[in-house]
T-cell receptor
């Protein structure tokens, strides 16, 4: 089983809809979870991170974490064409000297006007 | 000015040449990372450094070496470049005293002929 798995997409949604991006991870000891957005040829930009079970909202973005199911998701409300990008899920296994991220391969999102 | 800079931004070189990619940051972060990104393979960690005297191999360190010249500078070297090292290379930084969120530089596109 891959450490961090994402559906590669493309996920296509109409403008104004809710886009739902999903990520599963294999290591139950994982402690923190990050979502990055990456436009083609550009560097990843942090959208948000989440540490605790439940939802975390930031503007149009909501991250959801369920550690029992080893599942983290990102919801984008009122999707805009400018949201069209690849979304990367990243998982940190632990603190201290083991603190480094494992990335999924990303989900390509297309928002159609 | 950008917080994390990478030089060069684009480089074309020939097989067997020695190449150095440089990363500088003004964020005051203690941790620095080098990743490569290939289509379909996602971001993979090459090396990481938690401080000037701490260098660690990532998952794909073969064929690469690094130098942490100062807290703000982290260089990646390809001792003898080969075509399968053609990729997009990213430097990232994080602050262990904060959320340890990783912030990425703009990337270097390297082509080895």
């Amino acid at each position: 089983q891959k450490e961090v798995e994402q559906n590669s997409g493309p996920l296509s949604v109409p403008e104004g809809a809710i886009a739902s991006l999903n990520c599963t991870y294999s290591d139950r000891g994982s402690q923190s979870f990050f979502w990055y957005r990456q436009y083609s040829g550009k560097s990843p930009e942090l959208i948000m991170f989440i540490y605790s079970n439940g939802d975390k909202e930031d503007g149009r973005f909501t991250a959801q974490l369920n550690k029992a199911s080893q599942y983290v998701s990102l919801l984008i409300r009122d999707s805009q064409p400018s949201d069209s990008a690849t979304y990367l899920c990243a998982v940190n296994k632990g603190g201290g000297s083991n603190y480094k991220l494992t990335f999924g391969k990303g989900t390509l999102l297309t928002v159609n006007p | 000015d950008a917080d994390v800079t990478q030089t060069p931004r684009n480089r074309i070189t020939k097989t067997g040449k020695r190449i150095m990619l440089e990363c500088s940051q003004t964020k005051g972060h203690d941790r620095m990372y080098w990743y490569r990104q290939d289509p379909g393979l996602g971001l993979r960690l090459i090396y990481y450094s938690f401080d000037v005297k701490d260098i660690n191999k990532g998952e794909i360190s073969d064929g690469y070496s690094v130098s942490r010249q100062a807290q703000a500078k982290f260089s990646l070297s390809l001792e003898s470049a080969i075509p399968n090292q053609t990729a997009l290379y990213f430097c990232a930084t994080s602050d262990s005293r904060g959320s340890d969120t990783q912030y990425f530089g703009p990337g270097t596109r390297l082509t080895v002929l």
